[in-house]
């Protein structure tokens, strides 16, 4: 499967901003989603998943309650709506996919993701 994530930009602090992984290739929608992010100078870590049937979510602590993940699986895409957006929310966000152990499992290791999309950069400016 290939993932090509976009939505990306330059927001102001307390913004919103739609990030968007369309999935092409095998999508059979038995792949578990999830998305990473990136911020200059630190590593890569967990953001937000969703399980294959969409009924499951999990968020880091740090977006839970501003950023919501969703997914449709007609269009073969994941979404990630971030709300009230923090200048610490700046990186480069990545999605990522897995096929799913079952249809409510969801991933939040980035060694469990065998299948990353090339990222999309959100700043927020202060």
């Known amino acids: 499967v290939q993932l090509q994530a976009s939505g990306g930009g330059l927001v102001q602090a307390g913004g919103s901003l739609r990030l968007s992984c369309a999935a092409s290739g095998r999508t059979d929608n038995n792949y578990a989603m999830g998305w990473f992010r990136q911020a200059p100078g630190k590593e890569r870590e967990f953001v937000a998943a969703i399980s294959t049937s969409g009924a499951n979510t999990g968020y880091a602590v740090s977006v839970k309650g501003r950023f919501t993940i969703s997914r449709d699986n007609a269009k073969n895409t994941v979404y990630l709506q971030m709300n009230s957006l923090k200048q610490e929310d700046t990186a480069v966000y990545y999605c990522?996919?897995?096929?799913?152990?079952?249809?409510?499992?969801?991933?939040?290791?980035?060694?469990?993701?065998?299948?990353w999309g090339q990222g999309t950069l959100v700043t927020v400016s202060s």
């Open positions: 990522a996919a897995q096929p799913g152990r079952t249809a409510h499992t969801y991933y939040t290791r980035q060694r469990e993701y065998d299948h």
